[in-house]
């Protein structure tokens, strides 16, 4: 596999940023977020791991070594009930926002920058094949308008036998790229149909961030290490261009909610922010009452009317 090009956060701007993801689809920038930021949101995350008896009792939880034969991922019920404690944490939700990394972003979308406010978390065991997160493009599961960005941070130093990311560089430029869907599996592009260039990868470290495209097809390295990986995504875009507004509410049944993530948070500063910012949204609210009226089976309609609930 090819190395990443890699740029340092000393010397970005914003012609050399867009540069790269025009060229390549996507850009690494080198020591963008501090240490300090990073190691909050891993402390803040292994404590619930630990808590939970996901990692080994003799070991500091920062080493992430998990507990003698345990392994969760989704859409394990054990999984996702922990997944959740991860995702209300405060800290977790400030990440995306941490300044450098707000700066990075103008430079690449302009400065009525949106963060979409549902990061990922990725709590990846090691030695299980069947979590490893296979090729595919951001825009099949987000929707909305394609120019969109995902920004990559791992948690930790995070080498590729770790399950760091790799990027097919040179995809954005193949449009909407076909996803297949095997049995129950989460839709991925068929590694003999996939157009791009060649496959880079690397490691990537705390405080690095790796930023695509919505159309960079992507996929995660195995995890063949002894430890877990731990990392974050979260997406970015002109607040101006359209936005599938699943991205901003909880459609499922699981009953998450933005008042039950909030609960323990210290600050408000960032409950509801996209509340203040006008949106356009594709579908629109008007299309999605519809929705909730007509579309089959009832379970449409029922995902569709928790959308219209929550955009009230
Ligand atoms: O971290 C992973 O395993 C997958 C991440 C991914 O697919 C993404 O950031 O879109």
Same mark, same amino acid.
């Given at each position: 596999m090819k190395t990443f090009h890699e740029l340092h956060a000393a010397n970005i701007n914003p012609e050399a940023l867009r540069s790269e993801i025009d060229t390549k689809g996507y850009a690494l920038i080198r020591n963008l977020i501090p240490q300090d930021s990073i190691r909050s949101v891993l402390a803040d995350v292994t404590r619930i791991l630990s808590t939970e008896n996901w990692?080994?009792?003799?070991?500091?939880?920062?080493?992430?070594?998990?507990?003698?034969s345990v392994a969760y991922g989704d859409p394990d019920p054990v999984f996702k009930r922990v997944y959740q404690d991860v995702f209300n944490l405060e800290s977790f939700h400030a990440l995306p926002h941490q300044p450098a990394l707000q700066r990075a972003m103008k430079m690449i979308v302009g400065d009525q920058l949106l963060i979409h406010p549902k990061p990922i978390g990725r709590l990846i065991f090691p030695n299980?094949?069947?979590?490893v997160v296979h090729a595919h493009q951001d825009y099949e599961f987000?929707? %909305?308008? *394609?120019e969109f960005f995902t920004v990559w941070i791992p948690l930790h130093n995070c080498?590729?036998?770790?399950?760091a990311l790799r990027i097919l560089e040179g995809?954005?430029?193949?449009?909407i790229q076909h996803h297949q869907r095997e049995n129950l599996h989460v839709p991925e592009i068929p590694l003999d149909r996939v157009a791009g260039n060649d496959w880079v990868g690397g490691d990537l470290n705390a405080g690095d961030v790796l930023i695509f495209h919505s159309l960079t097809v992507h996929a995660a390295s195995p995890n063949i290490s002894q430890q877990m990986r731990l990392s974050l995504d979260c997406r970015f875009q002109d607040a101006r261009r359209v936005l599938n507004p699943s991205n901003l509410?909880?459609? %499922?049944? *699981?009953?998450?909610?933005w008042e039950k993530t909030y609960?323990?948070?210290?600050?408000?500063?960032?409950?509801?922010?996209?509340?203040n910012i006008p949106l356009t949204f594709n579908p629109s609210k008007a299309e999605i009452e519809h929705l909730a009226r007509t579309a089959e089976p009832p379970s449409k309609r029922a995902r569709y009317a928790r959308m219209v609930s929550q955009l009230a």
């Open positions: 990692l080994s009792p003799t070991a500091d939880p920062l080493q992430r070594i998990p507990q003698h299980c094949e069947h979590l987000m929707g %909305g308008d *394609s080498p590729t036998d770790m399950g995809s954005h430029r193949y449009g509410v909880f459609a %499922g049944e *699981s009953g998450k909610s609960s323990g948070w210290k600050s408000d500063t960032l409950k509801f922010y996209w509340k």
